[in-house]
Structures are given as structure tokens and as C-alpha cells.
């Protein structure tokens, strides 16, 4: 590819792995970057005034993949790591997820470099309103649709429906998901990428022949995916041995109480200072021996260092891009000893009950909780079913399966439109 505005290593890791499944599916050369680079970005300053006094700025993106199927779909990430290929990264990665569960969308990222920690309620609210503000030329119900992700939650989303319905004059709640239930979000949405973690895992259990009853797993971060998992697989009898976030990590094979870890965190924002004795290196926590590896926080955690140390039997990609192409490489020649559940499959579940949500939004007519979460099982299976069947079909692996599905899916929609003019 010539010189690009997107750069860095999850950029080049997006890129590795859409030339590797380009190969398996042999599309011409001439047609991937018609595929693979995102339609369209934009780059915002956020100045802001904080409770010092002093003024500040932010900068924050919004990168839009394809608008081929629909409307573009994806979270905005409050993180200090965030840069435009970043960013650009895990819009791709949206694409390929949405095309594989069947969703009507193109994928799409935000984000906005910055500690959401260091910030107080009021100067978070600030930047929320304002960074809003700045996408409202780019964004839109039919257009691109914003949902939470790292450093992001239910209160956030609700500011940005807020802002963006003041300078319409009218109340548009379909502009976001993932907004609190009082705001027009639907029952389940904050709950659904865990739980859709936790049913994949069982259902890799199931495959692997490891009974959910008694399993083991660790879990990397412990924010809305990584808590929310945690807690549905104690709820199907898999004991928690092992958390982290991006304070400290414990680690205990007896069992961690995840319910105090839950109240612990959700006071104080952070694991720091839960227990002493229970401390473990961060590092060493992903090798420990468990049945279940669900990485919740950050990409490119599991590399070519320590993937030939995990000890798990299944890794449950609750994160995007956890795993490095190196490390994907390693694990696939452990694969009768690692089985994976990538995360364009397991952490779909957000997306697809975003999709139920935006639905629901548009017609005004809302769905209980039980019939949201049987739709959002029903179509995570309907993805599970597929990409076992093209794994098994074209002997690769589950993330190769995955990527294949989604990218073929996007592919023929842009051959059926042509291309303009
Ligand atoms: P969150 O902000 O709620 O939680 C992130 C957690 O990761 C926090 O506990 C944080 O402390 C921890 N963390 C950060 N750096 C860490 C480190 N170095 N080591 C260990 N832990 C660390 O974010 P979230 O919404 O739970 O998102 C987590 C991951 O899941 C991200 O990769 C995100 O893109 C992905 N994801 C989220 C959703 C969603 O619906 N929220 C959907 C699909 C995928």
C-alpha cells in the first residue's frame, strides 16, 4: 500500500490479518484496498475547561470503514493510547464482526486520547458534550450510530444523545446504544457482550469436552466486559481463579469472590487495594493453569512471548485484538491444545443487541430482556454454527474462519453495487 494516514501496530496487525484471509480467499490484489481502507475519518480538538481554571484540548477521532451494507456502527474508546490507527483498526475489525453476525452495517471507531480516570464527573461531561458536538457534521441515526467502549459507559452515551438532540431540536435517541434504559436503551445492552463471552465459552467448553461446572478461568480486566463475563460464568458453575485491570491482578485457585470484586470496583473505580495476599504479576497471571483465558481490556496482550507459556484450554477473546498475528501463528500449532473463540465472534454480542436497540429505537416499540437475550443467544449461535463449519470445511482456524465470513459477506455486497460512478 502506498504512504497511509494510518499507521502504528494495531493498524499493521488489522492489515496482517485482511491480507492473510485477502490469500485464503484469493481476491486479486487490485480489489483489497477497495475492501480493507476505511471510507472516511475525522479529526477533531476538544478544548475543554478544567475545574483548575486552566483550558485544555483533546484530540479525538471518528473513523468510518464502509457504508456498503448500512449505516456505520461502533463504540468510542476514552483511552490514553488512542491514535488515529488505532482507531482505524478496530473500525475494520467492526466490519468484519457485523458482516459475520449479519447486522446492516459498515463498521466504525471514536475515540479520544485521554485518562477518563483523571478527569471529574464534570469535566468528563464536558468532553463527552463537546467531542459530540464536534461529530455532529459526520454522524447520524441512518449515517453512523456510537455505542460505549473502553473508558466509556451508559452515562457518557447518554450526553452524547442529549447533545446531539439539543442541536436537532427534537429528541433522537437512535444516534447512540448503550445509553441507560430511562434514555431510550434497551434492557440487556450494558450486560450483553459479557454474556455472549460467557455463552461462547460454554459452548468451546462443550466442543473441548470441559464441564462448565467446576471449570476454571482468569479474566484480564474488569470493566463492563470483563466483570459482566465473570459473573455469568460463576452463574453457569465456572470458578473465577484469576482478575486483573490495569491496577493490580489476584490470583487465587480457590476461587475469587466476584461479587465483592464487582462491589469493590464499582466503588472505587479500580481493583487496587482489594487484597494483599491475593496479588499476582499481571504477566504471570495470563500463564497460570485454567480452563478458560478471557482477555477483557486491551489489544495485543497475548504475543509471541507468552503464547507458547499459556496454560489454558480455551481463550475466549472478550477484548478486540487481543491475540498478535505471531501469536496466532503459535496457537495454531498448540490448536489440539488451545482452542479460540476470537473476538470478531465472542465479543459480537455488544453489537448485536446494539443492533436490537437502535431496532427498538426506531420504531418506538421496546423488547423485554428475555426476548432480547434469546435473540442475542440465537444469533451468536447462528455465528458459532458458521464459523465451526468453515473452519472445519477449509481446515483453518476459528479466527481465520471468522475474518472469511466477514470479509466475503462485504466483498459481494460491494460487487452487487459496483462501483461509483
Ligand atoms: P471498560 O473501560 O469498561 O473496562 C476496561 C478494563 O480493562 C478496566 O477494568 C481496565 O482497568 C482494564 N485494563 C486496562 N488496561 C489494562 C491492562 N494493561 N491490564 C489489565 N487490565 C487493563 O471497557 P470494556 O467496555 O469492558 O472494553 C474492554 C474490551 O472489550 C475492549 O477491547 C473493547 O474494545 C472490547 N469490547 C467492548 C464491548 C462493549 O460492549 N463494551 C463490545 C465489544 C468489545
Redesign the pocket.
Known amino acids: 500500500m502506498a504512504s497511509s494516514a494510518y499507521t502504528g501496530p494495531v493498524f499493521d496487525m488489522a492489515l496482517a490479518q485482511f491480507q492473510d484471509v485477502a490469500d485464503h480467499l484469493e481476491i486479486r490484489e487490485d480489489q483489497r484496498l477497495r475492501l480493507f481502507m476505511p471510507k472516511r475519518t475525522l479529526i477533531v480538538s476538544c478544548p475543554i475547561n478544567l475545574d483548575d481554571g486552566s483550558t485544555t484540548v483533546f484530540q479525538g477521532y471518528r473513523v468510518q470503514h464502509h457504508l456498503t451494507l448500512g449505516p456505520t456502527k461502533g463504540?468510542v474508546?476514552f483511552?490514553p493510547s488512542v491514535d488515529v490507527g488505532e482507531v482505524a483498526a478496530?473500525a475494520i475489525w467492526m466490519s468484519w464482526k457485523c458482516a459475520l453476525a449479519g447486522l446492516p452495517y459498515g463498521g466504525a471507531k471514536g475515540g479520544v486520547a485521554v485518562d477518563?480516570l483523571a478527569l471529574s464527573r464534570r469535566e468528563l461531561e464536558s468532553l463527552s458534550r463537546r467531542y459530540m458536538q464536534e461529530m455532529i457534521p459526520f454522524v447520524g441515526p441512518h449515517t453512523d450510530v456510537m455505542?460505549?467502549?473502553?473508558?466509556?459507559?451508559e452515562q457518557v452515551m447518554a450526553w452524547f444523545m442529549d447533545t446531539y438532540s439539543m442541536y436537532q431540536g427534537k429528541t433522537v435517541s437512535e444516534i447512540v446504544t448503550?445509553k441507560p434504559v430511562e434514555t431510550g436503551g434497551t434492557v440487556g445492552?450494558r450486560e450483553?457482550?459479557?454474556r455472549g463471552v460467557a455463552h461462547l465459552a460454554a459452548r468451546a467448553m462443550e466442543e473441548v469436552g470441559v464441564r462448565s461446572q467446576g471449570a476454571t478461568a482468569i479474566i484480564?480486566?474488569?470493566?463492563?466486559?470483563?466483570?459482566v463475563a465473570a459473573q455469568a460464568l460463576v452463574q453457569r458453575g465456572v470458578r473465577i481463579v484469576g482478575v486483573?485491570?490495569?491496577?493490580a491482578?489476584y490470583y487465587d485457585p480457590a476461587g475469587l469472590d466476584v461479587a465483592a470484586l464487582e462491589r469493590y470496583?464499582r466503588e472505587k473505580r479500580?481493583?487496587r487495594g482489594f487484597s494483599n495476599e491475593l496479588s499476582i504479576d499481571?504477566g504471570e497471571l495470563l500463564e497460570q493453569p485454567c480452563d478458560l483465558l478471557v482477555p477483557?481490556?486491551?489489544?495485543r496482550?497475548i504475543d509471541a512471548h507468552n503464547a507458547k507459556r499459556l496454560r489454558c484450554r480455551i481463550i475466549a477473546e472478550?477484548?478486540?485484538?487481543?491475540t498478535t498475528p505471531e501469536a496466532d501463528a503459535i496457537l495454531r500449532e498448540r490448536r489440539d491444545e488451545i482452542f479460540v473463540v476470537p473476538?470478531t465472534l465472542c465479543?459480537?454480542?455488544?453489537?448485536i443487541v446494539?443492533y436490537f436497540e437502535w431496532v427498538q429505537g426506531l420504531q418506538q416499540f421496546f423488547w423485554t430482556e428475555d426476548e432480547v437475550m434469546e435473540r442475542l443467544y440465537a444469533a451468536l449461535d447462528r455465528s458459532w454454527n458458521a464459523v465451526r463449519a468453515r473452519a472445519r470445511k477449509d481446515d483453518i482456524s476459528n479466527r481465520k474462519a471468522a475474518l472469511a465470513i466477514g470479509v466475503q459477506t462485504v466483498r459481494r455486497a460491494k460487487e452487487m453495487r459496483g462501483l461509483f460512478p
Not at 484480564?220 to 466483570?227: I, M, R, W, Y
Not at 486483573?244 to 491496577?247: G, K, L, Q, V
Not at 465479543?347 to 453489537?351: D, E, K, Q, T
Open positions: 463504540g474508546r483511552a478496530l477518563p455505542a460505549p467502549d473502553m473508558g466509556t459507559n448503550g445492552r450483553a457482550t459479557g484480564q480486566g474488569f470493566g463492563n466486559v470483563g466483570s486483573s485491570d490495569h491496577t491482578a470496583a479500580i481493583l499481571a477483557a481490556a486491551l489489544e496482550v472478550g477484548a478486540n485484538g487481543p473476538d465479543n459480537a454480542g455488544g453489537v446494539s
